[in-house]
Structures are given as C-alpha cells and as structure tokens.
C-alpha cells in the first residue's frame, strides 16, 4: 500500500514544486541574450541593436520596469521593440518609465495585439490549435504608447517604412502590423528594400512565413520578431510545445538564417524571434525559458 502512494505523492511534490519554480523564480529572471549578425558591408564598423518584445507590463512590475531602464548602460547604437508591451489598462505610463532612459537612442517599433486590447483569461489547451479563435479584452490605450514613442523620435513602422543613419549606417526599415490579428498590410510596405542603404531591417510582431517570405523577397538581411515567447514553456531536449503561429518549432526563439545568401542578396535573410520578457497575467508561468531581451551587434558580412 505504502509503494502504490508514494509515487504519486512524488509525482505531486514534483509538479508543486515545478509550478513554483516556473511562476515565482524563472519568470522574474530578467536575461540579456548576445548574437552577432553578418549583414553589413565589407569593412563596416560593429552596430549594436537592443530589440524588446512583449512586456506585457503591468503597472506594479517594478522589477521589471528597472530592469528595462538599466539596459540603457548598454549604450546601445539602436532600439528596436516588436510590440505586445502592454497587459493593463494603467500600464502605459509604466511602460514609458520603464523606456525613458532608452529613448536617449535612435529606435522603431511596430505594435501588436497586447497593445491594442486588453488580455483576459483563455483555456491554454486552445494555443494547441491551429486556427483558434481570438478573444479580446477591452481596448487599450495604445494611442497614448504610440504617442510617447514617437515624440521622442523614434519610428513608427506599423505598416509604414523609414530610414535612420546611426553611428555613420544606413538603415532601411518596413515594417507590418500584428499578422496574428490579420492587420498586416504588406502590400503598404512592398517593393525592393533600399539597395543604398547599408543594411535592411524588417519588423514585425508575429513571425508569420508568409510575410517573412515577402521580406526576404524584398531584400531585407535582417527580420526582427516576436511574439511566440519562445514557446514560454518548453520540455528539456524537446524545446518549445507551440509556436502560437504559423512558423515552426525550431525558428521559435533566437538567430536563424531565413533565407540563404544568393548573388543579388550576399547576405541572405535572417531571422531573430525574441522569447520576449513578460506574460500574460492569467499565465504568468515561464520554464526552460526565462524572459529576455537581446542585444544583436550587427558585423559586416
């Protein structure tokens, strides 16, 4: 009787003690991510980018908030952020707290779903579907985001393209609203990347293929995303259980190469999916996956 108890009583403390560990120690475990990216010309000097994705932010994370505005000793060349920033109604000031010190930089940025509306409380068996259907919360105050943002200088490339000279390198940008709300409009952005430019970013939140393949179509070396938090809770030496769209498993979290290098593009396209820094508050559960921010330095190819 003894041994037909006890393994499930293990079995308990194990989950417990997973649970714990997931929700209370890895999700508040702020890291800093590092790759470099070959996409500059021959001879280029280094060009750091620091890209954030889905804060999530309420306005109580102050751990969170700190963290955030300590990344600005980095002293990063540019900042780029791939939306879902928001997870309250009172969140926006937080937020632009939380960027201020960043906002010293050059930066761009598309908005997303977590911007726009308001999370609420989902079944997460539905993320196991492929064409789940979608329920908003109240809409957000994302005008007043977009606002703050940009009347620091930085670009808003929701559907729109721009350009930047930072530290002497030319960059080309485009960039598409949310895929996974269907308010993408590439064909606003579409067209030959700026062959004059030194470098071509790409930014949306969700890294759909479909509109990754445009991009690299187009010219883009560099496509900046997030949105799949990595899976936000993976198995160890099996990884990330759903992507939460339409890529795969393997191009979940960090650098790939996208499209491979040919004559017109030497570079190729690569891809940088950020596993992001917060969740949803009705899941505030991460494993195998701690919440981060990536510091990219781009080298010349």
Not at 210 to 236: I, K
């Amino acid at each position: 009787m003894r041994a037909t108890t006890a393994v499930p009583a293990a079995l308990v403390a194990t989950g417990a003690a997973t649970v714990a560990y997931a929700g209370l120690v890895e999700r508040t475990h702020w890291t800093l991510r590092r790759f470099d990216v070959p996409v500059l010309p021959p001879g280029s000097a280094p060009l750091t980018v620091l890209q954030l994705s889905d804060l999530h932010m309420t306005a109580g994370q102050r751990s969170k908030q700190e963290w955030v505005a300590g990344l600005a000793d980095l002293r990063p060349d540019l900042v780029v952020t791939t939306g879902d920033n928001l997870a309250g109604m009172d969140a926006v000031p937080a937020t632009l707290r939380a960027l201020e010190p960043l906002m010293d930089s050059p930066g761009a940025f598309v908005l997303a779903s977590n911007d726009y509306y308001a999370p609420r409380p989902k079944n997460p068996l539905k993320y196991f579907k492929t064409n789940h259907k979608r329920v908003h919360g109240e809409e957000l105050p994302w005008r007043a985001l977009r606002d703050g943002m940009t009347g620091r200088g930085w670009l808003d490339l929701t559907n729109h393209t721009g350009a930047l000279t930072v530290a002497g390198t030319r960059i080309a940008f485009a960039g598409v609203d949310d895929p996974h709300l269907q308010r993408d409009r590439y064909d606003d952005v579409a067209g030959p990347a700026d062959a004059a430019a030194d470098v071509r970013i790409g930014l949306v939140h969700s890294p759909e293929p479909r509109v990754l393949d445009r991009f690299a179509a187009d010219g883009y070396d560099l496509l900046l995303c997030g949105h799949t938090h990595g899976g936000q809770l993976r198995v160890p030496f099996y990884g990330a259980l759903v992507t939460n769209c339409g890529i795969d498993r393997q191009h979940v979290r960090w650098l790939h190469q996208w499209a491979p290098p040919s004559a017109g593009h030497p570079t190729g396209t690569w891809l940088h999916v950020s596993a992001g820094l917060g969740t949803s508050p009705y899941a505030p559960l991460r494993f195998a996956c701690p919440p981060e921010a990536t510091l990219l330095t781009l080298v010349a190819r």
